[in-house]
Structure formats: structure tokens, C-alpha cells
Nanobody
Framework: QVQLVESGGGLVEAGGSLRLSCAAS????????LAWFRQAPGKEREFVTG????????YYADSVKGRFAITRDNAKNTVYLDMNNLKPEDTAVYYC?????????????????????WGQGTQVTVSS
């Protein structure tokens, strides 16, 4: 059974940092492209960042470039999102996603439809 379980969300003041984790099971994690998306109240789900299965390509949305970093640990079947200098507009539910392995992409897809597996999400709230 495929599972993606996010953790690490919470309430933080503007300028603070958080680290989100997403633990995967039930599929060959090392051969999947991974991504983080987020959805704020009343808005559509949006791409945040992603990393290809081989780690050769990493892509960030302009809104988080220079502040967020995605990493993957294939030995732990876990993907991380380090978020620094958080802003109130980063407030959202954050979701991790994976495509069905073996991944065939050489660059990170930014559309949600490219991903087959999703976690339940973790809330990040940034106070001003």
C-alpha cells in the first residue's frame, strides 16, 4: 500500500524556519520524482519545488526560490523541505507528491496531474 506521510508543520513567526518531512512507503521511492505543493485557503494547489529521481534536476517556484530547499534521502525513503525566512503568504497546507516509478522525466514537472501519489498534507501557518 502506497503511503506518503508529511510531518513538521506548525505555527511560526514571519522570518522563522521549519523543516517538513515526507516519509514514503509501498513503492520504489528511489526511482520516483518527488515534489512539494501547497494550497492556501480559497486558492488552487500550487507547485512549490521538486526533485527528479536521479537528483539531477531541482526546480523551485519563483515565490520560494532562495528561501526553500528540497532534499531527498533514498536510504530513508524520505523527502524534506527546508523553509527559511518564512512569510505570511507561505501559510498553506503543504503536500508531498511522487510519480509512479520508474520515473521517466528528466526535468521536474510542475503540474499536479504529473504526480500519482499524494500525502494528506501538513499545515504551515506563518504569523506576521
Amino acid at each position: 500500500q502506497v503511503q506518503l506521510v508529511e510531518s513538521g508543520g506548525g505555527l511560526v513567526e514571519a522570518g522563522g524556519s521549519l523543516r517538513l518531512s515526507c516519509a514514503a512507503s509501498g513503492f520504489t521511492f528511489s526511482k520516483s520524482t518527488l515534489a512539494w505543493f501547497r494550497q492556501a485557503p480559497g486558492k488552487e494547489r500550487e507547485f512549490v519545488t521538486g526533485i527528479t529521481w536521479i537528483g539531477a534536476d531541482v526546480y523551485y517556484a519563483d515565490s520560494v526560490k532562495g528561501r526553500f530547499a528540497i532534499t531527498r534521502d533514498n536510504a530513508k525513503n524520505t523527502v524534506y523541505l527546508d523553509m527559511n525566512n518564512l512569510k505570511p503568504e507561505d501559510t498553506a497546507v503543504y503536500y508531498c507528491a511522487a510519480d509512479r516509478p520508474p520515473s521517466h522525466v528528466s526535468t521536474v514537472p510542475t503540474t499536479a496531474t504529473a504526480y500519482d501519489y499524494w500525502g494528506q498534507g501538513t499545515q504551515v501557518t506563518v504569523s506576521s
